[in-house]
């Protein structure tokens, strides 16, 4: 399947592996790519730029594809070194850049200058179309129904990626409730160009987390997933567990009074206990509303392989024979 993004990415598939904080390591990215998409490499999951571009050459020694890696900016007292990274990633040879959170442009020229293509991750069309203007290649469009940080407008994919659709000049492609051949038609009806998926990629047999992560994915539905710091203005989708619930009673009990420190002991520094060791109740995590539609632990290549097999039947066959007289 050709599309304007796997023309842009050098790619056989129009998939995407979004970055995921402890998950988008190189066995996951190159996984990806090697199966046809684009992997990510998870950028801020590197504890330095020095750990980054060896996690890049470890990527580069499992595949000969094109790979990414996602650059998060978010607000910290101590913001990472971005520009040691972004000199990383150009000199580790890296063609795409992820970015999400806020504003990249920092980092941009150093990216551009390279001849880095970049995709930022919107979860609204001002934000897509604020990317488009600073000289972002593409964007993400991210539903209401994604897993991690939705935004705060709370608009689903059915009307998000439409809006999107009307509004942008450059190519995007559909992030959030992804699976499989049916996202895939789906998205590409209502103007994207590809799609993106996170929580469908952490339950695949590359994917280098804790068995216990992709279990909790197998076992949850579309109603097992919570959403956290909404009255900090900075929306989660998680999936539930005591640690999840328990900070969701102390929104309710605190109120106008919550202070991002009241929850520390549920979100801070919980990513390596429960991805690597597989501690499920240590705090939230980030998953999308998608789980309720992943049954198996397939490959990657498996995974994509059926993926397109399923969106040609539906294009070829249902879709078409729709049109038969």
Not at 150 to 166: F, H, K, Q, S
Request: negative net charge; contains cysteine.
């Amino acid at each position: 399947m050709k599309t304007a993004i796997t023309e842009m990415f050098d790619i056989e598939h129009p998939i995407i592996q979004g970055g995921m904080h402890y998950v988008g390591f190189a066995e996951m990215a190159a996984a990806v790519s090697n199966a046809g998409g684009l992997g990510i490499i998870t950028g801020l999951t590197q504890k330095s730029a020095d750990d980054l571009a060896n996690e890049i050459a470890r990527c580069r020694d499992m595949t000969d594809k094109p790979f990414g890696v996602n650059l998060t900016f978010l607000p910290a007292l101590t913001p990472p070194d971005y520009p040691a990274y972004a000199k990383a990633i150009v000199e580790g040879g890296v063609k795409v850049v992820e970015t999400a959170g806020r504003n990249p442009q920092p980092v941009l020229p150093i990216l551009k200058d390279a001849g880095i293509k970049i995709i930022h991750k919107c979860t609204s069309v001002r934000h897509a179309l604020k990317a488009q203007s600073i000289g972002c290649d593409a964007a993400s469009v991210d539903g209401f129904e994604c897993g991690g940080h939705p935004g705060e407008d709370d608009i689903p994919n059915m009307i998000l990626l439409p809006r999107a659709a009307d509004e942008l000049e450059i190519p995007f492609v559909a992030s959030g409730g992804m699976a499989d051949g049916r996202s895939l038609v789906a998205s590409l009806a209502m103007g994207a160009e590809g799609m993106n998926m996170g929580t469908r990629f952490i339950a695949t047999q590359e994917a280098p987390v804790h068995e216990n992560v992709k279990a909790a994915i197998l076992a949850a539905t579309e109603l097992d997933t919570r959403l956290i710091m909404r009255p900090l203005r900075n929306t989660e989708r998680v999936l539930t567990n005591e640690a999840v619930e328990r900070l969701l009673e102390k929104e309710r009990e605190l109120g106008a009074d919550l202070q991002f420190e009241d929850i520390l002991p549920e979100v801070a520094g919980v990513y390596p206990r429960i991805m690597t060791q597989g501690e499920m109740d240590a705090g939230a995590w980030s998953c999308g509303m998608v789980a309720g539609l992943i049954h198996d632990i397939p490959t990657c290549r498996e995974l994509i392989d059926r993926i397109m097999s399923q969106a040609e039947e539906i294009i070829a066959r249902r879709l078409t024979g729709l049109l038969e007289a």
